[in-house]
């Protein structure tokens, strides 16, 4: 069989709440929280966490790796090898960017069912609006990525159907800060036809009845279709997913695979599960939940990651993220950009964050070194990745003079388990609760940005309740 064999979830450590934006802007904005990226993520990053968060209860290696978006940091680059690089993966496994649209994300995840060998889908999305209008409201960022293969499938893959017409509802062209949206009737009259057309085809593919369905995934980018073709679909009213829309926002590319996995989390073996995606046309999945669910446990569940984030976030400060408020930029040089030829012969210390274990004596070296620090033995050494390794903070210092697009600075010194030290950034972190002793863990983080050059590497972050 094939189907889905693993997933996992990353939301941001920051919310802002939608009435902020109404105090900010004096008009009404709703209730409820929206998940932010941070000044230090992008949707490369957040897919690495979420892929991260993926391939951590299983031993599978994934073949392929599809990176769906729209809002990707390069065009006429790949920004799936950034992603293959943080994953330390083979470079035999192919790396791919589906980028541009919403419907991007049930693309790659279609495609991930359709391979022959283990592919990972990472869907990942950094939603925004013109300030006070409903994108910046209802958005969401997040990133969910989804292993599909046919070896320890915890959801079958059962069919599905697509329905597809070309129509002028949203577009975004490149270079805009936001998207326009035709009148919203028109667009009804659009999806409306194509979601009924995609569902009773994907019932009839599978035999199934509406009533049979036990959790029903129904998202896109146009509500009021979505609200339309839900009272008309003959589906139970306890079917519903919780869209999320009150906590997180819509995390477009990345949605219909967020509350795929808030489905997985609740599944039980034997029960049918229904993906319908509403964007720039319909499309059906439909999985069946497999006696391997019972026993499997996400690395990080959508329910333990959203009690973790912080909804303190100003608007102003948001604002300055999104580069809708331009800040007083530093005083200083511009940073130098990431050359190409030591980023690709450092790039297992830059993107894997592979260190270096002397043979000798088995002291650990962050950054790699051929020289052991401990016994001097010379090129002695084995690579040791330590991503996944956590750590605990030696030492740390506050800095509220160095630039920071959050300040302050936090610098730490950490220790890793097992051994090794290192000196780094700390992310997502509250000043005042930063003690020696607290643990951390790694995250891959954007540093800077320079001549359009983005230089990612790692930065380390609290772990709390729910995970890192």
């Known amino acids: 069989m094939v189907g889905i064999v693993s997933y996992g979830v990353y939301l941001p450590y920051f919310r802002l709440k939608r009435e902020a934006i109404g105090a900010a802007l004096g008009s009404p904005a709703g209730r409820g929280t929206r998940s932010v990226a941070s000044y230090d993520e992008d949707a490369t990053t957040m897919g690495v966490e979420a892929a991260r968060a993926a391939l951590r209860p299983t031993d599978v290696a994934p073949s392929w790796l599809l990176f769906a978006t729209s809002a990707p940091t390069y065009l006429d ?14 470079s035999s496994a192919g790396a791919y960017d589906m980028v541009g649209s919403v419907r991007s994300g049930v693309g790659a995840l279609r495609s991930a069912l359709a391979t022959h060998s283990s592919t990972l889908a990472v869907l990942s999305d950094v939603r925004t609006g013109n300030p006070g209008g409903a994108d910046e409201r209802d958005g969401g960022d997040g990133a969910v ?5 046919r070896e320890g499938v915890i959801a079958e893959y059962i ?3 697509s329905a597809t017409d070309e129509f002028l509802e949203r577009w975004r062209r490149p270079g805009d800060a936001a998207s326009h949206v035709w009148e919203e009737r028109f667009g009804e009259d659009v999806y409306v036809p194509l979601a009924e057309q995609a569902w009773n085809d994907a019932l009839k593919n599978t035999g199934l009845v509406a009533s049979e369905i036990d959790h029903l995934v129904l998202t896109g980018t146009h509500p009021r279709s979505i609200r339309a073709f839900a009272r008309s679909m003959g589906a139970r009213p306890e079917a519903f997913v919780d869209d999320l829309s009150a906590v997180v926002g819509n995390t477009g590319t990345a949605h219909p695979g967020l509350l795929l996995a808030t489905a997985l989390e609740k599944a039980e073996p ?6 319908v995606v509403l964007a720039d046309g319909a499309e059906v999945l439909f999985f069946k939940a497999t006696d391997a669910i019972a026993a499997y446990r996400p690395a990080k569940s959508v329910t333990e990651q959203i009690p973790t984030t912080n909804d303190t976030l100003d608007y102003q400060k948001f604002l300055s993220w999104r580069g809708f408020l331009r800040r007083e930029p530093p005083r200083r040089p511009d940073p130098v950009a990431p050359e190409a030829p030591p980023s690709h012969r450092h790039k297992s210390w830059k993107f894997s964050f592979t260190g270096s274990t002397c043979e000798a004596c088995g002291k ?3 950054p790699p070194q051929d020289v052991c620090a401990g016994c001097r033995a010379v090129r002695q050494m084995r690579p040791e990745r330590m991503a996944d390794v956590e750590a605990t903070i030696v030492t740390f210092t506050i800095d509220r003079l160095a630039y920071s697009e959050n300040p302050p600075n936090v610098a730490a010194v950490i220790d890793f388990d097992g051994g090794g030290r290192y000196r780094c950034e700390l992310t997502d972190v509250d000043p005042s ?13 954007r540093l800077f940005e320079s001549n ?8 380390a972050r609290p772990m709390r309740t729910g995970g890192a």
Do not use: P
Request: contains cysteine; charged residues 15%.
């Open 270 to 275: 034997g029960q049918i599960i229904a993906v």
């Open 364 to 366: 650990r070296h962050l």
């Open 77 to 90: 680059k790949t920004n799936a090898n950034a992603i293959h690089a943080a994953l330390d993966l083979d």
């Open 433 to 445: 609760e930063v003690a020696i002793g607290g643990r951390v863990a790694m995250s891959f983080r």
């Open 159 to 161: 069919g599905g159907a």
């Open 452 to 459: 359009g050059i983005v230089n990612y590497h790692w930065k």
């Open 145 to 149: 990525a989804i292993l599909c293969g």
